[in-house]
């Protein structure tokens, strides 16, 4: 990915960031853009998150200005590219109602956008973002597909755990994040066993996935778990996400599963993996949840459409467990077993997911969406889909069918 193109999403990021809401745009009566409230009288909390925000649109834009550009220009383009972008958007944002259109935002978001782009040149414009993820991949991961493929797999996970990507640092929505795992702690809550479960088998096939595609050499107990940690515990700086004492126990089970299954052949390792995939999964599909019950959904992305923000965040925790199921069976197949092994396990993903989302008609609050066996296969094929290049040792051995 050149830094154009980093450049060009994380605009989308941040318009996507600013301008959400559930609530249908209107003309305000009080129609006051750009309100300024007085650098005394505003959030400091927000005024931080504001900057922070735009830093890494200017690095960005900073450096990819910075090829081609003398650095005072490339500061100064992006400076002033920064205060149009956040004018454009806090304008906007009068329209939206529950939103505020502030002057003060738009100070602070240029100042983000000066920082960055004034720490962009101190790196050399050369060293893109995709070149930085090379390197962390080739130092971590195998080379080749299953390289690829255990990256994507680990990327996919953090994604699902982070999605919407909208920081923040807001103290009482912070606050809120880390409330489920203190009431658990404190007993005002129990303990979730079937998310206990959930956490466990999924974390576990992650850590088996990772052991598979991981370069020889590194500690990779270490690094999956350092990981899953830190993710862990960045989610209640994410709008929409909290912390829980059940993914602390879904991971010290997984810590342990991992590092057992981790002297085991990769035959068997994949087999757990695969198996604890689809355990976690129908552990989810049908534990019953508050509510009455539905009918199954035929429209495609019916649900999705109507809360986007939820139903984004429902597809990348989809996607990430059959694209690591698929990449885990990838990885142990030899070349000339992929195209069956590729039909076969779509079917059974077929089969598996609709059957499990049909069941969903008889268990309270759940809803039976034919959108969960369509993003399951698709993650599952696209598995299958990325170039080969290298396979994996592994796999190479196997050829007489071990597997």
């Not at 505003?42 to 005024?47: E, I, K, L, N, T």
């Not at 998150?49 to 650095?71: H, K, M, Q």
């Not at 899953?228 to 059940?246: D, H, I, N, Q």
């Amino acid at each position: 990915m050149s830094t154009r193109i980093a450049t060009l999403l994380y605009v989308v990021a941040i318009a996507y960031g600013t301008l959400f809401s559930t609530a249908a745009w209107q003309v305000p009566e009080d129609f006051r853009p750009l309100a300024w409230e007085g650098l005394r009288n505003a959030s400091r909390a927000d005024m931080l998150e504001n900057v922070l925000g735009y830093i890494p649109f200017g690095a960005l834009l900073a450096a990819s200005l910075g090829v081609t550009t003398a650095r005072s220009v490339a500061i100064g383009l992006t400076l002033l590219a920064g205060m149009l972008l956040s004018l454009s958007l806090e304008t906007i944002q009068a329209f939206i109602p529950g939103r505020d259109s502030s002057a003060t935002d738009v100070l602070m978001n240029s100042a983000g956008t000066f920082l960055g782009a004034l720490g962009a040149t101190f790196v050399d414009p050369r060293r893109t973002p995709s070149g930085l993820a090379a390197r962390i991949r080739g130092g971590w991961f195998k080379a080749g597909t299953p390289g690829r493929l255990g990256a994507v797999a680990v990327v996919l996970w953090i994604a699902s755990q982070l999605s919407p990507f909208i920081p923040t640092i807001d103290v009482a929505t912070v606050r809120q994040g880390f409330a489920s795992a203190w009431r658990t702690a404190s007993g005002a809550r129990p303990l979730e066993l079937w998310q206990v479960t959930t956490y466990a088998c999924y974390l576990t096939a992650l850590g088996v996935c990772w052991s598979l595609t991981a370069r020889e050499g590194r500690p990779r107990l270490v690094a999956f778990s350092a990981v899953v940690l830190v993710v862990l515990a960045l989610k209640p700086f994410f709008l929409g996400r909290t912390l829980s004492l059940e993914a602390f126990a879904g991971f010290a089970a997984s810590f342990v599963a991992v590092a057992v299954l981790d002297a085991r052949p990769p035959a068997m390792r994949a087999v757990v993996g695969v198996a604890l995939l689809c355990a976690g999964f129908i552990v989810y599909e049908l534990v019953p949840a508050p509510g009455r019950l539905h009918g199954f959904n035929w429209l495609p992305f019916r649900g999705e459409m109507n809360n986007t923000l939820k139903g984004f965040m429902s597809m990348l925790g989809l996607a990430w467990v059959f694209f690591t199921l698929g990449a885990t069976v990838r990885v142990v197949s030899p070349a000339e077993r992929h195209r069956r092994r590729e039909a076969l396990g779509g079917l059974g993903v077929l089969c598996l997911v609709a059957l499990c989302e049909w069941l969903q008609q008889r268990i309270p609050g759940r809803y039976g969406d034919v959108t969960t066996v369509a993003i399951a296969v698709a993650a599952w094929l696209l598995a299958w889909r990325i170039p080969a290049s290298g396979e994996s040792p592994v796999a190479t051995r196997m050829v007489n069918g071990r597997v």
